[in-house]
């Protein structure tokens, strides 16, 4: 016998009637990395004073923006994680990212201060 709410998706109950519920929601098809919109950022802020880039604007199936995490961070030499449906690499690669991605057909380029 199989778990009764698990057709739900771990909703139960709600009062809310705008509620949007997601069925038959789909993950959005990756687009080609030449069409592809990627921003660079630096941040510090939650990181406790270390230095991270993040990589924002993917478009595309978590699967590959998994495997776009895990090619960069073994280029750069260093850690990172997926979150938010945002590449989070540990230290200031900017540049280095930026080159890559162009490198790899990806529009992209620096953002912020």
């Known amino acids: 016998m199989g ?3 698990e057709s739900l998706g771990g909703l139960v109950y709600s009062t809310n009637n705008n509620l949007p519920l997601n069925e ?4 959005q098809e ?5 069409q592809q919109d990627l921003r660079v950022w630096l941040e510090k802020n ?3 004073g270390k230095l991270a880039c993040v990589i924002k604007g993917f478009v595309g199936k978590k699967d590959d923006l998994e495997q776009l995490a895990k090619t960069l961070k073994t280029k750069c030499g260093t850690g990172g994680s997926v979150k938010d449906n945002e590449i ?4 200031d690669h900017r540049d280095k990212i930026v080159s890559m991605l162009i490198q790899m057909k ?3 380029k620096k953002a912020g201060a």
């Open 46 to 48: 939650h990181r406790g």
């Open 106 to 108: 990806y529009k992209a």
């Open 88 to 91: 989070i690499i540990q230290g």
């Open 3 to 5: 778990k009764p709410f």
């Open 30 to 34: 990756t687009l080609a990395p030449n």
């Open 24 to 27: 038959g929601s789909e993950e």
